[in-house]
């Protein structure tokens, strides 16, 4: 057992992720005798990792690809997001040495669009319609958001429209307030919008682009794309210059660690330019 507060993110593999130069920024920051390292587990080992975790001084970890999902089983609680999301991405152990898992990705997502739009989002985007494409883990883990903030009407757009309707009919709540869109009529999905978030892997670096035409999109609409590499994509690009307010997908990816960060470290770190150039250095 170490002195020092130690925490980290599983993943496998492990050394793409941008956890480590973030964490590793605040504790710099604030002065935390602590460490954030990349732990390359693989699936079958993740069981015996999580174990471990007190054992070997872990305060907790973060989890990524591809143990979300079964790191939900694992933990001894689970919060009602994680549980709506199906997915847990942090766990803190508590001083029994229980794992407390939640998911912080819907935080992350709102605290980031509260950066660039303030209050709106608390009251529901005024009635208005969000449209969201993509139905995978991201989608289900904006769409938890959405409804959190009191947003009541939903446009889910997805190519393949059985994961749409699956999503709507899993996540409590949203079957009431969304009306399932076929790709191809996307344009249309944006008429009367509030907000254009892009929950796809598409216009990422090296995946094929987000082909989407923006004159149906109001110009009051805010688009944010959950994609950060690159960190403005052609989609906000595109809104950008035709007068949109246009949200990149860094600061959800910042926001989404503090939770963690506070859990194990005791301080709620701030998210500001200084990390979110930390950060940029290591893509
Ligand atoms: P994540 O968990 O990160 O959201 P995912 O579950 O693989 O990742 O979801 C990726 C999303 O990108 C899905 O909505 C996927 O659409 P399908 O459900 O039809 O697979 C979408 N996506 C990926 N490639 C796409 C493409 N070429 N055209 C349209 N959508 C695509």
Redesign the pocket.
């Given at each position: 057992m170490t002195d020092i507060l130690r925490a980290g993110v599983m993943g496998w593999p492990v050394s793409h992720s941008l956890s480590p130069r973030l964490h590793g920024h605040w504790l710099a920051r604030y002065k935390i005798d602590g460490s954030y390292e990349a732990l390359a587990v693989e699936p079958a080992g993740l069981v015996e990792a999580l174990s471990r975790l007190a054992e070997k001084g872990f305060q907790g970890v973060n989890l990524t690809?591809p143990h979300k999902e079964a790191a939900l089983a694992l933990a001894d609680t689970v919060d009602d997001t994680a549980r709506r999301i199906g997915a847990v991405n942090t766990i803190v152990v508590g001083k029994d040495g229980e794992l407390a898992g939640s998911n912080t990705d819907a935080f992350g997502f709102i605290e980031n669009l509260r950066d660039h739009v303030g209050g709106q989002v608390a009251a529901g985007w005024s009635g208005r319609p969000v449209t969201v494409?993509?139905?995978?883990?991201?989608?289900?883990?904006v769409c938890t958001a959405l409804l959190d903030c009191g947003v009541a009407d939903i446009r889910l757009v997805?190519?393949?429209?059985e994961?749409?309707v699956s999503l709507a009919e899993q996540l409590p709540g949203l079957g009431q307030c969304t009306t399932i869109v076929p790709?191809r009529d996307r344009a249309e999905a944006l008429d009367g919008a509030r907000l254009l978030v892009n929950?796809?892997?598409?216009g990422m670096t090296g995946?094929?682009p987000?082909e989407l035409d923006l004159a149906d999109l109001p110009i009051d609409a805010a688009v944010n794309d959950i994609v950060y590499a690159p960190l403005e994509t052609a989609l906000l690009a595109q809104a950008r210059q035709r007068g949109n307010q246009v949200v990149d997908g860094l600061g959800m990816l910042l926001h989404q660690a503090r939770p963690g960060f506070r859990g194990w470290f005791g301080v709620d770190p701030t998210v500001d330019d200084e990390l979110r150039q930390a950060v940029l250095a290591g893509m």
């Open positions: 690809v494409l993509g139905a995978g883990g991201a989608a289900r883990a997805n190519r393949t429209a994961r749409a790709w929950t796809t892997i598409l995946q094929e987000l």
